[in-house]
């Protein structure tokens, strides 16, 4: 399938090829009854009053599967590790902060995945699970990056994936599976996205560079920080755009934040660093910005049941939302919205008494990922597997298994049935199963869930947020505050 279907320039999407998808995009009848309104309608836009403060900037922060359990557990460990609640859970305390409750379902299922979360945000419309701003009709509608660039906005994604994963992607591409990301790459770069930094190195070979103008790309945190500095943003290109710019920090996601901290001599920036030079750059530009900053390690913590990797993420999150609270604190131009595309394995802290804690700041002696965990295994070493799990184990977490615990991580990694939930079979799953008792944090499964998710907004614009939403009136409230007319293929 060729590139050229997808690409345009702004505005709404030109030369898709809606019959390469017919097949595949027709409503199936049962889907219609998962959602709250029908799967062809949309958002409304509601205007603003004109007396109100004009929103120049948008910031759309999203904690990628985060159930109401990992901001409560990531606020509990902010007061035990630092003595204050989280910067999300303070904002609540603060005059003029409005929350709300969002229903996430996709167009197919009552759990969807983040290509079908993130294009609820991204266009305004339930597209199927695995898609990209694609409408089951066949449709392609203009993502919200695009619209607002067409508007003559600065635009820019910044996560902890890899920036053509299914969040990111969501705001700026258009795929009929989100796994198409050296197409959605290409996209990036067509599109002409002012900024992106993350992970996703190995999507953007040198002849993709410079076939789209050879972009700025820096590749350590070093780098990165001497841009804002150089305000490489503003710099005008050949033809008279100002120059992308690419943070590539990685070939694949960036590292968890425990592993980076564990690694002497790491060049991978934070997230609150990559949120703050993007806010540097992007702040720059007159004609206003729109950003998304993405947590998206967060979600694969939780699909990894990994309680220590979970806390550490959405800390890390939390660290960028006080970047962001920085830049704004001053200023009445600019609409803020944190949220979550779904939930995610549904985590808690779940034991009784004094004992509870004692277990859960065990977290804080956490090191390693369980990623890195199962990467340092040996598994052609079958004879010596439950005193390398032992081991790894120990060095990472700071528990030491037993003999039993050992082994059942080896039945899972060997296909036995360890636990009676087959979903929860899994490798990973065990070893966090097993950790519960130690850390007290357990799981509900390694999957997505239907959970509502949590939704806080300020700044000109938050004020038209109703209290319970469906995750597609995020568009809305995003293209009311900018005052932006629907795209063109928005209607029917």
Known sequence: MSIERFQHSGGPVQGFDRRAFIATSAVAAAGASLLARPLDAHAEVVRRSRRLPRCTNIIFMASDGMSSGTLALADLMSRRRDGKGS?????????????ATAFTASADSPVTDSAAGGSSWGCGFHVKNEVLNITPDGTPRTPILIHAKAAG????????????????????????????EDLIASQLLERNIDLAFGGGEKHFPASLLGKHGSPTVVRTREAMLALAGEAQVTRAGAEGKPAQVLGLFDKDHVPYVLDTAATAGSTVPSLAEMTSVALTLLGKRSEGFVLQVEGGRVDHAA???????????????????????????????????????????????????PDALTRFDRILHVKRSAEWVFEKLNLKSLATLARQVREVGQQATGITLSEAESQMVVDSLAGKRVSPFAAANTPVSVLGGIL?????????????????????????????????????????????????????????
């Not at 910067?87 to 929350?99: A, C, F, N, T």
């Open 87 to 99: 910067r999300w859970v303070d904002l609540w305390k603060r005059p003029g902060v409005l929350r």
């Open 153 to 180: 906005k600065a635009t820019g994604v910044v996560t902890t994936t890899r920036i053509t994963h299914a969040t990111p992607a969501s705001f700026y591409a258009n795929s009929p599976k989100r796994d198409l």
């Open 303 to 353: 699909h990894n049941n990994d309680a220590g990797s979970l806390v550490a993420e959405q800390l890390a999150f939390d660290a960028a939302i006080g970047v962001v609270l920085d830049f704004v604190k001053d200023r009445d131009d600019t609409l803020v919205i944190l949220t979550s595309d779904h939930g995610n394995a549904n985590p808690g802290l779940t034991f009784y008494g």
């Open 436 to 492: 519960a008792d130690s850390l007290g944090v357990a799981f509900l499964s390694p999957n997505h869930t239907s959970d509502m998710v949590e939704v806080t907004a300020l700044g000109p614009g938050s004020e038209s947020l109703p209290r319970v939403i469906d995750s597609t009136d995020l568009w809305a409230v995003m293209i009311a505050a900018l005052e932006l007319d629907p795209a063109a293929n928005h209607g029917k």
